[in-house]
């Protein structure tokens, strides 16, 4: 097994800048132009195999010519239109079409480096098994499958959820997060270990926790990738699973392997991914041929989920489906909660074929074949990169719990999203401008059936020990929005 690791790609931007003769800009330095390509083309002529540009995109259809033609995209600023990432020879005619678009970048992405903070696969389980230890009653680590090393005998890896739910959950509404389809991409298992601690240390403290492994089934699944993210903590340049079957086995994201955001079998190889096994979007031998595909879609097809959320990094986006149509979704509520979504974190919220068309992606899958309304969030900016210091995470945990907390709150019920929603601080009650606001205690009831409150009115306590109490409201257009857990005292 060689190892071709970001040390090597950093001489090969040494040897760029060189041959520009100038020092080369970030995102916000001059643009080469047409020098930027022949920088490419001496440097590619050289001998070297990969360059890290940016690339400024006119349309989506703009953007998705580049990515079918092989270039690893990192991120998008959908807002200027500026796309990063690493290109190789293969991408030279594409790239000539508009040599204008094309600048040259050196910058934060140049070396890979783990810090010390993140988790590994060990650690990673580990933390897991001592959280599902620690509060048996309410979960349970899962194995859900072998990834493809393992499969070869290469390695001992499986893919691990945590199931958090009180009681029979096989029909409850549930909700899935998910980590580490790209195994660069470490902040993301992360931010889906956050999403678990959230719900399982506060379960008992905090009510809207409380609630949701009540009324819920919930999976978390922080890395859906584990053999390369072996890879990646190691310090290399890695997006994909470590299949070797098509390839040689060569370490960097146009190596060996599949994509396992292009592999799930829903209009898999109908555009936005290569079929070309060196490409960084290679869509593999058929859809869902991948060991680690198959375990997320087993998961997704055994139980009635709501919900689905995805992590990657990064862009500071909020997608939604469709990937691989320019038709809209046939779901207003998905939409609603998607902008709801951008709201809270700030992220800019849209369809994902308003950034590039893909197929096999997770998403349309998951709300194609199995009707949960899904989500992709895009982590961090091209200053954050694949690999920023571990100290950021708890600036990406502020910006996304938040938007974790609303799927729990919404997933008995996504078309809440449209009603008013309640506060309740100091045990009193806020709904300004509702219809009517009511009350269930102990459980959730349906809506119009519970106990009138007036607004401002207090929680009251009642007597016995501290229960739950759901409080909801309704808009003057007959919309009720969603509950509000809280104790009685």
């Not at 207003?332 to 709201?343: D, H, S, W």
Request: net charge neutral; glycine share 12%.
């Amino acid at each position: 097994m060689s190892q071709k690791s970001l040390p090597r790609l950093a001489a090969t931007i040494g040897v760029v800048a060189t041959l520009a003769g100038c020092a080369l800009g970030g995102p916000s330095g001059p643009a080469l132009g047409d020098r930027g390509v022949r920088v490419l083309e001496k440097a590619f002529s050289s001998g070297s195999r990969e360059a890290i540009v940016s690339y400024r995109y006119q349309s989506p259809a703009d953007l998705t010519r580049l990515v079918d033609a092989g270039m690893d995209v990192w991120g998008v600023d959908s807002d200027r239109r500026i796309a990063y990432g690493q290109v190789s020879p293969a991408q030279l005619t594409e790239l000539r079409r508009r040599p204008d678009a094309v600048q040259v970048e050196t910058g934060p992405q140049i070396y890979n480096s783990f810090d010390k903070g993140y988790h590994t696969y060990d650690t990673m389980l580990e933390d897991l098994t001592k959280l599902s230890a620690s509060r048996p009653d309410i979960c349970r680590l899962v194995d859900l499958g072998p990834t493809w090393e393992t499969t070869k005998g290469k390695a001992s890896r499986r893919i691990w959820g945590l199931h958090i739910s009180k009681g029979d959950a096989s029909a409850k509404p549930g909700v899935v997060y998910l980590g580490n389809h790209h195994a660069r991409e470490i902040v993301t298992p992360e931010i889906s270990l956050n999403v678990a601690h959230m719900i399982v240390d506060q379960e008992g403290k905090d009510p809207a926790m409380t609630a949701a492994v009540q009324d819920l089934d919930i999976w978390v699944v922080p890395m859906v990738n584990p053999d390369g993210h072996a890879l990646a903590a190691l310090g290399n340049d890695w997006r994909k699973n470590t299949n070797a079957g098509n390839l040689f086995f060569d370490v960097g994201p146009n190596g060996a392997g599949v994509d396992l955001n292009r592999n799930y079998a829903h209009h898999w190889g109908e555009g936005g991914a290569s079929t070309r096994p060196q490409d960084p979007t290679f869509r593999g031998a058929g859809p869902g041929s991948e060991p680690e595909t198959q375990a997320v879609m087993k998961l997704a097809s055994s139980r009635p989920f709501t919900f689905l959320m995805t992590y990657h990094s990064f862009s500071n986006l909020i997608l939604w489906p469709w990937g691989y149509t320019d038709e809209a979704p046939p779901s207003k509520e998905m939409i609603a909660v998607g902008q709801q979504l951008g709201k809270l974190s700030g992220y800019k919220p849209q369809q994902s074929k308003d950034l590039y068309r893909t197929s096999g992606d997770l998403t349309d899958w998951a709300f194609g074949a199995r009707g949960i309304l899904s989500y992709t969030t895009e982590i961090g900016s091209w200053g954050d990169g694949f690999d920023p210091p571990y100290r950021e995470v708890t600036r990406f945990w502020r910006e996304n719990e938040p938007g974790a907390r609303l799927l729990l709150q919404l997933a008995d019920r996504p078309a809440a999203i449209n009603g008013p929603e309640v506060r309740v601080e100091a045990g009193r009650i806020s709904a300004p401008g509702a219809r009517r606001i009511e009350v269930f205690r102990g459980r959730k009831g349906t809506p119009g059936k519970g106990q009138a409150l007036a607004e401002g009115s207090l929680v009251a306590t009642g007597r016995g020990p501290r229960q739950l109490v759901y409080v909801q409201a309704q808009g003057t257009d007959g919309q009720w929005g969603p509950s509000t857990a809280t104790w009685s005292d």
